[in-house]
């Protein structure tokens, strides 16, 4: 690999590295449920309503580790982005759909109460609401307002990585969180996720936009400024998101 290309992989890498914690705690449930358990005031929620938590398990690796790959910018120019994003897209959707079902439906752990179960149905319709959005504008050829959403759900569902972050801090700095802190703390990774997303998003988005290549019609400027095949797009007022 030369050293020009090195760089293309640290941040599909560092995506991967902060889902690792609830990749692999997907993993371990995952596998706890498929081994009919005995029933445990830990597990119960999931144990007599598996459904929700499997279809988030399931959603939630492929959204993490597929979703990571599409922000490589070589991948991005072959068609193995418009492939995997057939696949991502739908398991976003499952990991919004999951983890609202499971607010809702879910008994409470005591370490939970209803103002997360609010913050959490802001999270996961949020999150579905920029999925319909980054594919209403891919659908348009507009890439910058898809790239836009698509970081923007994607920020919101490695809330969960983050969140091991700010509880390992808090755990250190303070010690084992109450239910306020523990309610703020994951607060406070979606809030992280989500600013620097927005970092990304303006700072990825200048220099095309001074440069005139944003927004639908330049169907050739992707998020990297690689090619994506197709020919332009008929005139759009779509926002850049
Ligand atoms: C790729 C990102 C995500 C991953 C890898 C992930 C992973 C997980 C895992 C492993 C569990 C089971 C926890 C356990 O065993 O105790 C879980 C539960 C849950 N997740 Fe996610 N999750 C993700 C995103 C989200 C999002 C965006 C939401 C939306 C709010 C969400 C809401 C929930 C809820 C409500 C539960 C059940 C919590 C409980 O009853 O203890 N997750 N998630």
């Known amino acids: 690999m030369t050293s020009s290309r090195k760089p293309q992989w640290i941040?599909?890498?560092?995506?991967?590295?902060?889902?690792?914690?609830?990749?692999?705690?997907?993993?371990?449930?995952?596998?706890?449920?498929a081994s009919r358990p005995e029933v445990t005031p830990d597990n119960a929620r999931f144990v007599t309503a598996p459904v929700p938590i499997m279809l988030h398990i399931v959603g939630s690796v492929l959204f993490a580790v597929l979703g990571a790959l599409q922000f490589a910018p070589g991948l991005r120019r072959r068609r193995w982005h418009r492939y995997a994003g057939r696949l991502v897209?739908?398991?976003?959707?499952?990991?919004?759909?999951?983890?609202?079902?499971?607010?809702?439906?879910?008994?409470?752990?005591?370490?939970?109460?209803?103002?997360?179960?609010?913050?959490?149905?802001?999270?996961?319709?949020?999150?579905?609401?920029?999925?319909?959005?980054?594919?209403?504008?891919?659908?348009?050829?507009?890439?910058?307002?898809?790239?836009?959403?698509?970081?923007?759900a994607y920020a919101l569902a490695l809330g969960a990585g983050t969140q091991a972050f700010t509880f390992a801090f808090w755990t250190v700095a303070v010690g084992e969180p109450g239910?306020?802190?523990?309610?703020?703390?994951?607060?406070?990774?979606?809030?992280?996720?989500?600013?620097?997303?927005?970092?990304?998003?303006?700072?990825?988005?200048?220099?095309?936009?001074?440069?005139?290549?944003?927004?639908?019609?330049?169907?050739?400027a992707d998020v990297s400024g690689g090619a994506v095949p197709g020919p332009p797009a008929p005139r759009s007022t779509a926002s850049r998101g």
């Open 89 to 152: 897209l739908p398991s976003g959707i499952a990991v919004a759909v999951s983890g609202l079902w499971m607010t809702l439906t879910y008994a409470l752990p005591p370490i939970e109460d209803s103002g997360l179960s609010v913050i959490r149905v802001f999270v996961s319709t949020g999150m579905l609401f920029c999925l319909v959005l980054g594919f209403v504008a891919v659908r348009r050829r507009d890439f910058m307002t898809h790239r836009a959403w698509m970081m923007r």
């Open 179 to 220: 239910v306020l802190a523990y309610a703020l703390l994951m607060l406070a990774a979606w809030l992280i996720n989500l600013t620097v997303a927005e970092w990304f998003i303006r700072r990825g988005g200048e220099p095309r936009r001074r440069a005139g290549l944003s927004g639908p019609g330049r169907a050739g």
């Open 11 to 33: 941040v599909p890498g560092g995506l991967i590295l902060l889902s690792l914690v609830p990749v692999i705690a997907a993993f371990v449930r995952g596998a706890e449920l």
